[in-house]
């Protein structure tokens, strides 16, 4: 039971990392054919999604262990912590750099999507434990 589990909630990460790798595919293709259009349009959205990538890569790599429990617990720790950094840590950077100052209020968002992804994949296992 535990391995079908995993085995679901592995495809369902790789169908959320395919169409992150699509997105990163689109920014950077937008980015060789008009710099301008890209930084007014899709600057963001690129940061974002490789960033996001990232954590994709990592939550997959923790389902690759095949531990069920130890999934559940870094879902659970990813929830906990991000959440912290979100609620306790600092919404404005201070930076004179104003895109270093836009990149932080960006990897707050991607913060709260992963912590809504990892919210998500902890309760599609308990029903999936359930069944």
Same mark, same amino acid.
């Given at each position: 039971m535990e391995s079908k589990i995993i /085995?679901?909630? #592995? &495809? #369902? *990460? *790789? #169908?959320? *990392? !395919?169409?992150? /790798? &699509?997105?990163? $595919? $689109?920014? $950077? +293709?937008?980015? @060789? +054919?008009?710099y301008e259009k890209f930084l007014n349009w899709y600057a963001e959205d690129l940061y974002k999604n490789k960033k996001l990538l990232e954590y994709y890569k990592g939550l997959l790599t923790t389902i690759s262990v095949g531990d069920l429990s130890y999934l559940k617990e870094t879902l659970r720790h990813h929830v906990e912590h991000l959440g912290d950094d979100i609620l306790h840590g600092s919404l404005r950077k @201070? @930076? $004179?750099? @104003?895109? !270093?100052n836009l990149a932080h209020v960006l990897d707050l968002e991607v913060k709260q999507t992963v912590i809504t992804v990892c919210s998500v994949m902890l309760s599609e296992i308990t029903e999936l434990e359930r069944q």
């Amino acid at each position: 039971m535990e391995s079908k589990i995993i /085995e679901k909630v #592995r &495809g #369902r *990460m *790789m #169908r959320k *990392m !395919a169409v992150v /790798e &699509g997105n990163i $595919t $689109t920014c $950077t +293709e937008k980015f @060789s +054919e008009d710099y301008e259009k890209f930084l007014n349009w899709y600057a963001e959205d690129l940061y974002k999604n490789k960033k996001l990538l990232e954590y994709y890569k990592g939550l997959l790599t923790t389902i690759s262990v095949g531990d069920l429990s130890y999934l559940k617990e870094t879902l659970r720790h990813h929830v906990e912590h991000l959440g912290d950094d979100i609620l306790h840590g600092s919404l404005r950077k @201070s @930076s $004179t750099n @104003s895109f !270093a100052n836009l990149a932080h209020v960006l990897d707050l968002e991607v913060k709260q999507t992963v912590i809504t992804v990892c919210s998500v994949m902890l309760s599609e296992i308990t029903e999936l434990e359930r069944q």
